[in-house]
C-alpha cells in the first residue's frame, strides 16, 4: 500500500483528490487542511510520497516542505497547485521538492506523478523544463576559426551576469531573481570558473566578447 499525505486548506479540493487517488487501490490518502497538522503527524506516521498545496496560510507549500525535509532528508514530496508555479521555480527546488503537478492534471496524469516521485524520478511540467535548457557558446580563437574551448553558460546565469552587468549587488540579484544570496553566490562562483576570470568586472568584459549579455546593460 502506498501511503500519501495530502496538506490542502480547501476540504473540497482536498476531498476530491483524495477520492480520485484512491480510486487506485493501492494507494491510500490522508488529508490535512494545514501546515502544522502535517508536522505533527510527520513526528508520528511515514508516508510514501506527500502532496502539498503551494499557497496556504501560516505555512506555505514550501516553507512546509522545508520542515519536511528537516524532519526526514528522504522525504518524497509533490507541490500540488493550481498557480503559476515559474516565479516560485527556484525556491521549489531549493526547497527539496521531488516535483510540481497542476491541481487541473488528470487522474492518470496525478496517479503518474506519484509513482515517478515512488522511482525517485523529479516531475517537472514541460513548460518549465524548457526554461532549464542549456545555452552553449563555443569560444573561437585564432583566424582558423578553430574551436579551442567550450562554455556552456545556461540562461538562468546568463540572467545573473546581465544583472550584474548593470550593477546590481548580490541581494539585488536574489531579489529580482527570487534566490536566496547564498544561490546566487554559488552561480557567480560557478560562472567565473566557466569564463576563467576572477572578479566581476572580469567577468562582464568576457560575457560581452562572448555575446551573452546587451552592451546597453553596461554601467
Do not use: W
Request: glycine share 6%; hydrophobic share 40%; aromatic share 4%.
Amino acid at each position: 500500500m502506498i501511503r500519501i499525505l495530502l496538506v490542502d486548506d480547501h476540504p473540497s479540493v482536498g476531498e476530491g483528490t483524495k477520492n480520485m487517488i484512491e480510486q487506485d487501490t493501492e494507494m491510500q490518502v490522508t488529508v490535512l487542511m494545514s501546515g502544522m497538522e502535517a508536522l505533527d503527524l510527520a513526528a508520528e506516521e511515514n508516508y510514501d510520497v506527500m502532496l502539498f498545496d503551494l499557497n496556504m496560510p501560516v505555512i506555505s507549500g514550501i516553507e512546509l516542505t522545508k520542515r519536511m525535509i528537516k524532519i526526514n532528508p528522504e522525504s518524497r514530496i509533490l507541490i500540488y497547485t493550481g498557480y503559476e508555479i515559474s516565479p516560485n521555480f527556484n525556491m521549489l527546488i531549493e526547497s527539496g521538492v521531488s516535483g510540481v503537478v497542476s491541481k487541473t492534471a488528470s487522474r492518470e496524469q496525478l496517479l503518474n506523478a506519484i509513482r515517478c516521485v515512488m522511482r525517485d524520478e523529479a516531475v517537472i511540467p514541460v513548460s518549465l523544463l524548457r526554461q532549464l535548457r542549456r545555452r552553449e557558446v563555443r569560444l573561437n580563437q585564432g583566424t582558423n576559426e578553430k574551436v579551442m574551448e567550450e562554455v556552456s553558460i545556461n540562461e538562468r546565469e546568463q540572467e545573473i551576469l546581465q544583472e550584474v552587468a548593470s550593477g546590481s549587488s548580490n541581494r539585488d540579484i536574489a531579489s529580482k531573481l527570487l534566490m536566496s544570496q547564498r544561490t546566487v553566490e554559488y552561480n557567480l562562483t560557478r560562472i567565473f570558473e566557466k569564463l576563467g576570470v576572477r572578479s566581476r568586472s572580469e567577468a562582464i568584459v568576457e560575457a560581452r566578447r562572448l555575446g551573452l549579455i546587451r552592451s546597453s546593460e553596461f554601467v
